[in-house]
């Protein structure tokens, strides 16, 4: 009797030890539960929270480094550009009458971030010195013509500039640089939609796209100070020449599409009479629209 009360007594502690075992298994099971569903109950262990708020407070740091450092790669290639353009300015000045380049153009191509114009897979190749595709059969220019184009326009703070063909942006974004008041106008909605958002986005408010075929101009903002058009054309558009102000420039790339064009510098003088001269050989997408 007395053995089996003892038995009975071994028993009921072995399960009730089990109970307690159970319990403590089930409780730590639901604490991992929580924990790992990033439930920072009372019971969830000090050390994992605080390793945890750690981790997660560095994650910001870590892209904020990352964004600075690649910041500072695109600017040392945007300075390589630059210096690119100038060395092709001096090679080039038998054709156009310029051994360098005026220092204010050269200055707004050091601001502008050429990567934020171009898609996303050619980025590492931004700053090189050359074309790259920006989609729908189009391309952002050399940065040495954009230079070059700026430069023989002449602008002025606050002068009214007219670009036909906007791209994604690019070139609108240098004159704006150069304090212009610039009016862009692209033939492509999905290229003309995405550069006035991503002008907007870098903060370049005084640039004013507009959807429509630039070989018309833009008549409710004429006359302008300056016209530059970034597509080749079979013919300077009379148009263009009719918006120019007295004593103002247009540059445009003149020729068939796919054969020998020249970049060509129209001079509108006080009398309104028009002169041209042939710049230097280039290769231009061409001029589209109804005309």
Known sequence: MNHRNNHGGAEAQRKSDFSETQRARSAQSKNDFLFSGFS?????PSALKKSFLLLCASVPLWFALEAAQADERYDALRRRM???VARMAALTAAETGR??????????????PRHQFVPSGQAPYAYENRPLPIGHGQTISQPYIVALMTDLLEVKPGHKVLEVGTGSGYQAAVLAEMSAQVFTIEIIEPLGRT???RLKRLGYRQVRVRLGDGYYGWPEEAPFDAIIVTAAASHIPPSLVRQLKPGARMVIPVGAPFLTQHLMLVRKNAEGTVESRQILPVRFVPLVGGH
Do not use: I, N
């Open 82 to 84: 630059v210096e690119e």
């Open 40 to 44: 920072f109950a009372p019971f969830a």
């Open 195 to 197: 550069a006035d958002e």
């Open 99 to 112: 051994t360098k380049l005026d220092a204010k153009v050269m200055a707004a191509l050091a601001r502008v």
